[in-house]
């Protein structure tokens, strides 16, 4: 047996959104019917960043990320985000494959977002703040698009430089560049900053707004003031990451939200357990820390269509003799 190779630009010619959200939804739909596995992710921290070692199995397939988070990478012309996938054969646990996963990380991320807002944000959404012009807004809107057809989305980043590099990549798109307060009065807001102090605040929402807080993946990080968690239906994507990394961990730390105020996971709405959005009126937040099964039953679509289409290499990565 051998181990296939696909390297980024491999993985850009495979990858596309409506499979990836495909895919992303189905996990959370098998993760909440117990057809899903996934430890918790475990950190590793360092002076300038941490990596995160991510395990998971879905149906069919299994499977480990490492990624890391470096925030002053781009000082250095590299991503803030890199990731390998190591997608094992769960039968056998022999390496199928090892792949580059940053862009894979980027996608799947932006996939979990949309299909929140699918379910939690208003039907007639028409409008979209994007907070942080970095890559993951790019998957954000890409995603968004496939559900939302949006007459107006507004951009906001502390770099204007950044903004408009955001703006030029998408000409066909109606982006306006904008201050922070009006970019959080869109239908749907996504925050995408990694933040430790909270700015977003609820005077700035709409009544019926959807939010996704995306940034916050550690602890300490904070994009959301408490007052938005106390008057919002909250969602998360899995209750152990939220309470630990996610935007819920500080105000958890300090009283002011109890894991009880928790509505529901995401993979309770996909699957149907628990009902979407009820109330027109009402703040809705997705609270997304990333989640292991997102990325392995990503990597089985990937691995699947490039076996189809003879791409990647195939390396003798373990080389062993038969023995009876």
């Not at 507004?154 to 990549?169: H, N, P, Q, T, Y």
Request: glycine content about 6%; overall charge negative; aromatic content about 8%.
């Amino acid at each position: 047996m051998s181990t296939l190779l696909l390297t980024r630009h491999d993985i850009l010619t495979l990858i596309t959104m409506p499979e990836t959200l495909k895919a992303v939804e189905q996990a959370f739909t098998d993760y909440a019917l117990d057809k899903a596995a996934m430890p918790s992710k475990a950190y590793l921290t360092l002076p300038l960043g941490d990596f995160r070692a991510m395990p998971a199995s879905v149906p069919g397939a299994a499977g480990l990320k490492w990624v890391n988070v470096h925030p002053e990478n781009n000082k250095l012309g590299l991503p803030t985000v890199m990731a390998i996938v190591v997608y094992s054969d769960p039968e056998t646990g022999y390496p199928l494959a090892i792949l580059d996963a940053t862009e894979l990380t980027a996608y799947r991320t932006g996939a979990a977002g949309a299909i929140a807002s699918k379910y939690l944000a208003r039907k007639d959404a028409n409008s979209l703040g994007l907070i942080g012009a970095g890559k993951q807004a790019q998957t954000q809107l890409l995603a968004h698009s496939e559900f939302f057809k949006f007459d107006e989305i507004m951009v906001f980043d502390r770099s204007s430089e950044s903004a408009e590099r955001f703006k030029s990549l998408f000409p066909n798109y109606p982006i306006k560049i904008v201050s922070l307060e009006q970019a959080c009065g869109a239908d749907i807001v996504c925050t995408l900053t990694p933040s430790r102090n909270p700015f977003l605040k609820l005077r700035w929402l709409k009544p019926g707004a959807h939010v996704n807080a995306i940034g916050a993946d550690a602890k300490g990080k904070e994009e959301l003031e408490p007052e938005v968690l106390a008057n919002s239906i909250v969602v998360v994507d899995d209750i152990e990451q939220s309470t630990h990394a996610g935007e819920l961990n500080v105000p958890i730390s300090k009283g002011s939200f109890g894991i009880q105020n928790i509505y529901a996971t995401l993979g309770e709405l996909t699957s149907g357990k628990k009902a979407g959005r009820s109330d027109p009126q009402k703040i809705t937040v997705f609270d997304s820390t990333g989640l292991a099964i997102q990325d392995i039953a990503t990597a089985r679509t990937i691995y699947t269509k490039a076996l189809a289409n003879q791409a990647g290499l195939n390396f003798d990565f373990i080389q062993f003799e038969q023995t009876y």
